[in-house]
């Protein structure tokens, strides 16, 4: 992380949660630190600058007695404080598994008809992010930068402004921002974007999510106006001015490829391959939702095994499901549709010495994933819609260079970057990922190679590190120095002309 020569004291981050996992065992509340690339990114920045992590601790009211004296102990080992934003059980239900996750997640992922317009969802939303900008308004200073993260709080910039605060302040949405004719079904679309338009900069992943974002603000604000161009734009509304760029995320790729060469990682991925042998496996890992295209990837499976037979006892799909939100109706029927088509695959092409799915549902160690990460040559990973998909870029860390393809969806976020080494694939297209999965199997080690080079070498350079540090001095000084936009962030049939 670059020393950035800013007026800004401290860094204040605000996401929805904060970074301990706080759960109560044999009758008393404990915690355990944060993990992952935001985390491992962001923690040296507070501690240097003294800032403050603000988020819901994922507790209700009554369940926070102990809240103090855990947060304390954990503010002690962080060397950054966490202050925690107290929701009870109507905010829990009505704004987190409403507003947020029936609501803008499937909105933002191109599946309105999964959406619940529940008029008290939006109240709740609301509601939420004014106490979250009262959490903010108690502990920061004018002279803070407050940096807010994620779709449960796009109204804090406007909550902000209302509780006349003069500290600098920046939102990054790490989901896709829609096109016009999706975010217009929104009951609330007006005074979601006027609420964005209080933030100093916002950032998204892509060109494509930063374009979507300005045509939809051309429908409210006809007088619209932008100037600059590649990775930060300003645009005007009106008298209001502010900052908008595209910053995708990356991982700790050093952390990622140290620990995918621990011995731990290596046994325990030959031992995957023993189980397996001679065979190329297919890996798929995806959190349990509707967005990963899990039932179109095994139906493409199926394809692939109907129209090349050659590729039976030759390959295996393993998919690892993580469990999530299986109490929601939408999330069971999805476990019971994939369950059934494995079942179904399996029954079909099963033979004496190869079954050709093997199916995980459970979360997995980190030594685990990252042994098979290792131990697979093809990653498939096909969302229908993703922000980024870190599972790619962590795939290409870990991989053996000289052996390993990844097929990506081309709706993932990470597509713009990747493009030039992935072998990119339709979802929807269940023929055109079987043909991929074929000619990924069938390629040779010198394709396989200088494919994995690239890939390997974006990952590296743009890491999460990069991403932290670019918003940053976007952010506070105006200033990006050498850092534009590269060129392979730029999808293909794609412009970043407005």
Known sequence: MND????????????????????????????????????????????????????????????????SAILGDATQHSGYTLKPVLLDSRDKEEFYHGFANEVIWPLFHDLQSHCNFAPRYWDAYTRVNRLFAEVIEQNAGPDDFIWVHDYHLMNVGQELKALKMGARTGFFLHIPFPP??????????????????????????TIRDRRNFLQCLRLIAPDLTVAGKGQVITARVGDRELRVGAFPIG??????????????????????????????????????????????????????????????????????????????????????????????????????????????????????????????????????????????????????????VLILSEFAGAAAQLQKGALLVNPYNVEEVAEAIHRAIHMGPGERRARMHKLKRLVREYDIFWWVDTFLKAAMTGDLGNSPIPDEYVPRAETITL
């Open 4 to 67: 950035m020569k800013t007026g800004a004291k401290r860094l204040i981050v605000v996401s929805n949660r904060l970074p301990v996992v706080i759960k109560q065992e044999a009758g008393k509340w404990t915690y355990t630190p944060g993990s992952g690339g935001l985390v491992s990114a962001l923690a040296p920045v507070l501690r240097k600058r003294g800032g403050i992590w603000i988020g819901w601790p994922g507790t209700t009211e009554p369940e926070t007695q102990d809240l």
């Open 180 to 205: 016009p004719d999706i975010y217009m079904k929104l009951p609330w679309r007006f005074p979601l974007l006027r609420a964005l338009l209080e933030f100093d900069l916002v950032g998204f992943q």
């Open 251 to 404: 991982i700790d790729f050093k952390e990622f490829a140290r620990d995918g060469k621990s011995e731990d990682v290596i046994r325990t991925a030959a031992h995957l391959h023993e189980d397996l042998p001679g065979r190329q496996i297919l890996l798929g890992v995806d959190r349990l939702d509707y967005t990963k295209g899990i039932p179109q990837r095994f139906e493409a499976f199926r394809n692939a095994l109907q129209r090349f037979p050659e590729l039976h006892h030759r390959t295996t799909l393993v998919q690892v499901v993580v469990p999530s939100r299986e109490d929601i109706p939408k999330y069971h029927d999805l476990k019971v549709e994939i369950e059934r088509l494995v079942g179904e695959i399996n029954g079909q092409f099963t033979q004496s010495g190869w079954v050709p799915i093997h199916y995980i549902f459970r979360s997995l160690s980190r030594t685990e994933l990252l042994a098979y990460y290792r131990a697979c040559e093809i990653a498939l990973i096909t969302p229908l819609k993703d922000g980024m998909n870190l599972v790619a870029k962590e795939f290409c860390a870990v991989s053996c260079e000289g052996e390993s």
